[in-house]
């Protein structure tokens, strides 16, 4: 327990938020020949974004309001070195955020199951 909160609740939070934060960013930045996979691929992060506001609100709601404010906190102070981390491994895997984006198909359901499960 961090501050009250579980590991895995913690950890699947960061998770989920950064394959989010990956599509967000292949939307933005990345050419691909196929207009039909960026619009799946937006209505995705819509989808995705409806749940993460959804979660917080309902987890302030079941818990305590400052639950959600911490782990929204934690995930910042735990992607500094990831991105840290990230940026490394981009400079020798140019597609790693790409495979990043594409891995949220799987890992986003996941974590989003491990979240509602580990909330206390």
Known sequence: MIFGLSLELIVSYIVFRMCRYY????IRTFQTSSDSFVT???GWVLLTTAFHVGFLVYFGYTTSWWNPLKLFALNYVALLP???LEVSITEHFPSF???LSLAGFVVIPLCAVVMMQTME
Not at 23 to 26: D, E, M, R, T, V
């Open 23 to 26: 599509a967000q960013l292949y």
């Open 40 to 42: 799946v691929l937006s």
């Open 82 to 84: 990831i991105t840290a």
């Open 97 to 99: 955020p790409r495979l």
